[in-house]
């Protein structure tokens, strides 16, 4: 009972994204599949706290003698310094994720791969690369009201700079200029971020149709972002929708081959990509 | 910042002893003596593990740009030579037991011992095509944190016309060598990756499934 509530809980969040299908910065990553194999109990955590803890009590009770060549002491210190720095991610929607995840193996090598190659072949990099400013250019509203909400001003100030420079003398936002010329760097933040600096955990994972790995931390902060997104406010929806497929098609030219890659060096992608989300979503909040 | 507080750990541990023998005047500017005596070094050890790092990854992108070395005949040749310089630059060993972290002493030597060797083949499958599709990005290194007294972390990026790539490298002292033993890109670790995943193995399977898992994976089932 309670999953179906939650499922329709998602569906009906899912519907709120939808207007707009923007990209992350793990663009390529973002979607998901499988080929290897299949994943066991929907209460992954659960299980890896569990052994966790299993295998850290014979560890502290009984003193066995070391069977390496390494003192005990310094294999004790890595271990402990290793798991300290373990991140985990609690995956109850796990059986819905998984789905998504598959879907949007297709959707990728279905859909989006050829889409974007036919489309690379068609514009040269230069061109993409100054759409891909464009889209950068116009999104600053989003960076410059989180990067104040977490009181780097500094950060604020030149994302204002930036919007004035690209906008005037990167004629339209289609040039870095303020990059280019006055080595004036992009920040980055997004609400999801906001939140994270302000201690404020994931939540848990979910996998999006499309848009790929989120949690319920960024999912808030991704919709909360959608009200500084100019193309949100263009109607008729269809429009805008078509805009954000534009966008979305032009950032994974750049990305191609990308997911193809994690795949293959992944032993469990499904398992590689969520922690990877988890630990890229980390540094992001910690810059 | 690391340096700096080792450091001011050892001059507090010294001024504890010193006390605590009752020392003279004498034996505490000894005590400041062999401080300096021992930071020195530390300090000269600063940008060793940059200049040892940088130094394998320009061996490895003076390979790819070889302009001798075209075609497919030469790809293998290539391929070699990125391997052996890999060889050097990686400590394998290292790598595998910090990516089992927990789960290490749970295999038994010849376990272990396997397991280093399928790891790196999986490693290896995994980024030699990647590496091999250099196409002349500049990399550009930073800087050097100093982790612990033997461990460092080397950051660089990878400048493409579209983005910077951070590339970090988690490197280990050992017998006088600077090794990688995990790299961080874009803030994710190859070895936790790695960690979550062959955990979610184990945490249902014996050390032998996961080795058969990896078999498979290298296409030596």
Redesign the interface.
Known sequence: MKLIVLTIGVVGLFAVSLFSFSYYSLASTVIASDHDQEGKSSQVDQTLQDQKQSTQEPDELIEEPDQEQEPSDQEEEIIEEEEEETVQIADPLYIWNKGMYYFNDKFYFWLLKPVTQGYSAVFPEGVRLSISNFYQNITTPIRFVNNLLQLKMKSAGNELLRLVLNTTFGVAGLGDFAKDKMDIKRHDEDLGQTFGHYGIGHGFYIVWPILGPSSLRDTVGYVGDLFLHPVSYITPIETAVGIDAHDKVNETSFHIGDYEDIIKAAVDPYISIRDAYVQHRKKKVEE | MLLETSARTKKVKMRVENKSKGASMKKVLIGFHLIIFFILPLSLYAGVPQNTVEGHVNNVLNVLRDPAMKGDKAKKAKKEKVRAISEKMFDFNELS??TL??????LN?DQQKEFIDLYKD??E???M??IM?YSDEKVVFSKEIMLSDDTAEVQSNIIT??AEIPIYYRVILKDGNWRVYDVII????L??????????????KSPEELLK??RK?VGKA
Do not use: C, H
């Not at chain 2, 874009?186 to 670790?189: L, Q, R, T, Y």
């Not at chain 2, 070895?191 to 249902?204: H, M, P, S, V």
């Open positions: 037991r910090r972290a927990m789960n290490w002493k749970n030597p999986i490693l499958d995994a980024y095509d990647r599709s016309k579209k874009e803030g994710v670790s070895i936790k990756n790695y960690r979550t995943q062959f955990r979610d193995i184990l945490a249902n898992v990896l994976k």
